[in-house]
């Protein structure tokens, strides 16, 4: 059982939809991420919240909004994707970002997008 | 930015045969992590590596840490089934600025043929 818990597992949207990825944890970790991984590769960095905070941004498109509403709590907002976007996106906790590289994170099962 | 290296990308043995991957990186390395991730799965935090020239087992699985800190290993012993997955070793890498975020290898596919 993982301790990170994603909705919806699927999801399958048009280019005009609006819709929001979530995920929650309840280990106390104050560092969560969201990742994008496309089949047969690693996973790669889109966002990395600390303490409630922004804290890296790696060039990810507008069309992805992510929010913290609370320590336990990250959402993933998506408008107007792309078909190219179609991926697993994994969220990440960690007990907090440290220096940045130096912590286990525990990984949730993902949401498979699909974009028409 | 940081790049860690990884060999190779896919290993198909028989089962009870040993398997080994490989990572390397250019610069030297704070600490390493080793995650596995099953078909269809979630990556799965396995170890994390921090002294130089560190040999950490589990059970079947040993992890070591280049006297450098710039490469890493991880082998399994007589593979069973149970072992299919991708295994990637991830390492800080720099994300501009003062920031750090973990860096992934592009992952060793392990096949066994039962």
């Known amino acids: 059982d993982t301790e990170v818990t994603q909705t919806p597992k699927h999801l399958v949207m048009g280019m005009t939809n609006k819709k929001s990825l979530k995920c929650e944890q309840h280990?106390?970790?104050?560092?969560m991420y969201w990742y994008k991984q496309k089949a047969k590769k690693p996973p790669e960095l889109m966002f990395v919240?600390?303490?409630?905070?922004?804290?890296i941004n790696e060039s990810v498109p507008s069309r992805f909004s992510p929010e913290c509403p609370n320590s336990s709590l990250l959402n993933l907002h998506l408008h107007a994707l792309q078909p190219e976007d179609s991926a697993l996106y994994l969220c990440?906790?960690?007990?907090?970002?440290?220096?940045?590289?130096?912590?286990?994170?525990?990984f949730g099962d993902g949401t498979r997008l699909s974009i028409l | 930015g940081q790049q860690v290296m990884q060999i190779p990308q896919y290993q198909h043995v028989q089962e009870g045969e040993d398997f080994t991957t490989y990572c390397n990186s250019s610069?030297?390395?704070?600490?390493i992590q080793w995650y596995k991730q099953r078909p269809g799965g979630h990556p799965v935090f396995l170890i994390q590596?921090?002294?130089?020239?560190e040999v950490k087992k589990q059970k079947r699985l040993t992890f070591q840490f280049g006297e450098a800190k710039k490469n890493s290993s991880l082998h399994i012993t007589a593979t069973q089934t149970t072992d299919v997955g991708t295994y990637f070793c991830?390492?800080?890498?720099?994300?501009?600025?003062?920031?750090?975020?973990?860096?992934f290898g592009k992952g060793t596919l392990l096949t066994v043929n039962p």
């Open positions: 990440a906790s960690s007990q907090d970002y440290g220096t940045g590289g130096d912590q286990p994170q525990h």
């Open positions: 280990m106390g970790h104050r560092a």
């Open positions: 919240y600390s303490y409630e905070k922004l804290s």
């Open positions: 610069t030297t390395l704070s600490n």
């Open positions: 590596l921090v002294k130089s020239g």
């Open positions: 991830a390492g800080p890498g720099n994300s501009g600025g003062s920031n750090y975020k973990l860096t």
